[in-house]
């Protein structure tokens, strides 16, 4: 899509969707940091579009090749089974291969067992996407946390429909309005932390990455500011029980007095200069040095 820059600018990053939501289902970070280590930069003045959901459904032809095929037929039993649809490919041999997997980000991410986690999966999922080098396009849909729409699905027989509710206006001003509802709460979260992202010079398109493998619990992605001055570590639980960060010497480097500002939760995260951060189930943590 980029040519030699000459084709174009800014290309969605088709590949992190399925991967990500992969992993966060599976509880391990090993095939997303295995691709994001790999992966070619684009050319000078081009940047990823860094998306989790869009319009369409998460697509998942990106997959082949990374994942093994029962992989991906697991994943999407699962959507199937938190009320989603997978659209289908017809191969050579006459057999069916899924396309793509209809359903919100926020649903296919779902505990239908424990809301408050789930809900902490699906804010890891887009603190990850938020952090990575590039620019971040995030669906109307994400920013609010809309589950599947099935009545909309019932009217129109469609798969994509799930994913495009059409909200009425005083309906979400109602929801937004209430600090109890999963909606307010998520568009609280997400308005809170794009405003730290766009005050972090260290998340500017142009500022290095580097993907740091502290094992598959965790994925980890160093963000230093253009100019040196500036360096944040962002962590992430990929799993659903507390995981311990596997070597602090970064940290411990980074930050000599064992604590650090967490950019997302806006408070300070402390873990002494002789231990190991620990992290909560799906936590996200974004730790800036400044």
Same mark, same amino acid.
């Given at each position: 899509?980029?040519?030699?820059?000459?084709?174009?600018?800014?290309?969605?990053?088709?590949?992190?969707?399925?991967?990500?939501?992969?992993?966060?289902?599976?509880?391990?970070? $090993?095939?997303?940091?295995?691709?994001?280590?790999?992966?070619?930069?684009?050319?000078?003045?081009?940047?990823?579009?860094?998306? @989790?959901?869009?319009?369409?459904?998460?697509?998942?032809?990106?997959?082949?090749?990374?994942? =093994?095929?029962?992989?991906?037929?697991?994943?999407?039993? $699962? %959507?199937?089974?938190?009320?989603?649809?997978?659209?289908?490919?017809?191969?050579? +041999?006459?057999?069916?291969?899924?396309?793509?997997?209809?359903?919100?980000?926020?649903?296919?991410?779902?505990? =239908?067992? #424990?809301?408050?986690?789930?809900?902490?999966?699906?804010?890891? *999922?887009? &603190?990850?996407?938020?952090?990575?080098?590039?620019?971040?396009?995030?669906?109307?849909?994400?920013?609010?946390?809309?589950?599947?729409?099935?009545?909309?699905?019932?009217? @129109?027989?469609?798969?994509?429909?799930? #994913?495009?509710?059409?909200?009425?206006?005083?309906?979400?001003?109602?929801?937004? +309005?209430?600090?109890? @509802?999963?909606?307010?709460?998520?568009?609280?979260?997400?308005?809170? @932390?794009?405003?730290?992202?766009?005050?972090?010079?260290?998340?500017?398109?142009?500022?290095?990455?580097?993907?740091?493998?502290?094992?598959?619990?965790?994925?980890?992605?160093?963000?230093?500011?253009?100019?040196?001055?500036?360096?944040?570590?962002?962590?992430?639980n990929f799993t659903s029980e507390d995981s311990k960060v596997s070597?602090? *010497?970064?940290?411990?480097?980074?930050?000599?007095?064992?604590? &650090?500002?967490?950019? %997302?939760?806006?408070?300070? %995260?402390?873990?002494?200069?002789?231990?190991?951060?620990?992290?909560?189930?799906?936590? &996200?943590?974004?730790?800036?040095?400044?």
């Amino acid at each position: 899509y980029f040519g030699k820059g000459d084709e174009a600018h800014a290309v969605y990053q088709f590949s992190l969707p399925p991967l990500l939501l992969h992993g966060l289902l599976r509880g391990t970070s $090993e095939h997303l940091t295995d691709w994001a280590t790999n992966l070619a930069p684009p050319p000078k003045g081009c940047h990823f579009l860094n998306f @989790t959901a869009s319009h369409d459904g998460v697509g998942v032809r990106p997959l082949e090749g990374i994942l =093994p095929h029962d992989e991906i037929l697991g994943l999407a039993d $699962e %959507i199937r089974q938190k009320g989603g649809f997978v659209s289908m490919r017809r191969m050579e +041999d006459g057999s069916e291969s899924p396309y793509e997997l209809n359903s919100t980000y926020f649903s296919a991410l779902s505990d =239908p067992k #424990n809301e408050e986690m789930g809900m902490a999966r699906f804010q890891c *999922s887009q &603190a990850v996407a938020l952090a990575m080098k590039g620019i971040p396009a995030v669906y109307f849909h994400s920013l609010c946390g809309t589950p599947n729409d099935l009545e909309g699905y019932k009217v @129109t027989k469609r798969n994509r429909t799930v #994913n495009r509710k059409k909200w009425a206006q005083d309906e979400l001003n109602q929801l937004l +309005d209430d600090q109890e @509802t999963l909606p307010a709460q998520i568009f609280s979260w997400y308005s809170r @932390t794009l405003r730290m992202r766009a005050g972090c010079p260290a998340f500017h398109p142009e500022a290095p990455q580097e993907i740091l493998n502290f094992g598959s619990d965790l994925f980890a992605v160093r963000r230093d500011s253009t100019d040196g001055g500036l360096s944040v570590i962002c962590l992430f639980n990929f799993t659903s029980e507390d995981s311990k960060v596997s070597d602090m *010497s970064l940290l411990n480097s980074l930050f000599p007095e064992g604590k &650090a500002r967490d950019l %997302i939760s806006g408070g300070e %995260i402390a873990w002494g200069k002789k231990d190991a951060l620990t992290l909560r189930p799906y936590q &996200a943590v974004w730790l800036s040095t400044s």
